[in-house]
């Protein structure tokens, strides 16, 4: 091999992005018993192997986790992604300077470095969202609908600023609660649904194209009329879960 082969391939080599591992057995990761019991509590409900294939997430990739709440899908997506990838667990400054303690639950996952080491807190307005890297994937999980209720919300601008964030190719995955057809946004204040057409026209005028839907945690029996929070619904909402993707 001359010199200047060698030279070649060593640019090519340079220039090829890293090969992402297979996807790995998402019932494993799920089954993992260092989980917390709380988490464990929830996957009847949320059926989280399911969410991790409809998100196709596997090693190496960098995954945004936004408004991750209290962790559950931060801390799937860390043992998904594994050594070499990353995980962004984003919240605005809106919310932490309402709520402070809003997002202790991930800093004290992101702190526990020999275990979830690929977890890094990220904090910005919600104008000026964006991540330290481009992502893989972005995620958020019932709380798209929240979106649309602050003073002065635009949520396609927020939209254009995850298409931003993600690499071509990328996916923006959205899981939230169902709102009857025909009722657009206006039940994202009063009963925290939004009907999933009014995601797609949002997230397409972005400049997404919308790819598949995933029905793992529709309730046909859910009137969609009541508040998702009360007592006699929580956990049984009619849910949908939307993927878009960045064009190439």
């Known amino acids: 091999m001359t ?18 591992g297979a ?25 989280p192997a399911e969410m991790l294939a409809f998100a196709q997430v596997k090693p190496g990739m960098i995954v945004a986790d936004l408004l991750p709440g209290g962790g559950y899908f931060t801390r799937l997506f860390s043992d998904a992604v594994g050594a070499k990838g990353k995980v962004y667990a984003w919240g605005p400054d809106e919310l932490v300077q309402r709520a402070p303690k809003a997002m202790d639950a991930v800093k004290a ?9 690929n977890v890094e807190v990220v904090s910005t307005p919600m104008a000026k969202f964006s991540l330290p890297k481009l992502a ?21 601008a927020f939209n254009k600023r995850v298409f931003a964030a993600l690499k071509p190719g990328g996916e923006y995955l959205i899981l939230d609660h169902s709102g009857a057809a025909g009722t657009g946004t206006t039940q994202t204040k009063d009963l925290h649904r939004i009907d999933p057409a ?17 029905r793992a945690l529709a309730n046909p029996d859910d009137p ?8 006699a619904l929580r956990g049984h909402t009619d849910q949908f879960v939307l993927r878009f993707r960045k064009p190439r």
């Open 224 to 231: 969609k009329t009541g508040k998702v929070f009360d007592p």
């Open 109 to 117: 996952l992101a702190a526990d470095k020999p275990a979830h080491g």
């Open 136 to 156: 893989d994937a972005v995620w958020t999980s019932r709380n798209y609908h929240d979106f649309y209720n602050s003073p002065g919300a635009d949520p396609v």
């Open 198 to 214: 009014a995601v797609k026209r949002d997230v397409e005028a972005a400049g997404f194209k919308f790819e598949a839907e995933d």
């Open 23 to 47: 996807a790995p057995s998402y019932a494993k990761i799920v089954a993992d018993p260092g989980r917390p019991g709380s988490d464990r509590e929830q996957d009847g409900a949320r059926k």
């Open 3 to 20: 010199a200047r082969t060698a030279s070649m391939i060593l640019l090519l080599a340079l220039a090829t992005p890293a090969v992402q």
